[in-house]
């Protein structure tokens, strides 16, 4: 199973990034899924997550701001950034709890992470 993530780069304050997150592999169901980041010299903190029913919950720092969302059928998520601050920059890493078989376990993946940089 892999997660890839993309979408990150530089924008300017205000401005607007979508983030993306494929996952790949021996999938047979995914349940919650989210976005994490980590600015340097910070630990990772969680930005949103998204159950399968698509339930979403966001960190107070981007509530209003950034919404995310989920394509079942692609196995992706997004993030849509708005209003960006420079204290949104990171790298952003998505994760994945997801069963690869239907007698499996429940596992977590986390993908390679993009960088967000918001600077003017």
């Known amino acids: 199973v892999q997660l890839q993530a993309s979408g990150g780069g530089l924008v300017q304050p205000g401005g607007s990034l979508r983030l993306s997150c494929a996952a790949s592999g021996s999938i047979f169901s995914i349940n919650d899924m989210a976005w994490y980041r980590q600015a340097p010299g910070k630990q990772r903190e969680l930005v949103a997550t998204i159950t399968s029913g698509s339930r979403r919950q966001y960190a107070d720092s981007v509530k209003g701001r950034f919404a995310i969302s989920r394509d079942n059928a692609k196995n992706t998520i997004y993030l849509q950034m708005t209003s960006l601050k420079p204290e949104d920059t990171a790298v952003y890493y998505c994760?994945?709890?997801?069963?690869?078989?239907?007698?499996?376990?429940?596992?977590?993946?986390w993908g390679q992470g993009t960088q967000v940089t918001v600077s003017s």
């Open positions: 994760n994945a709890d997801l069963k690869s078989t239907w007698y499996g376990p429940r596992n977590e993946y």
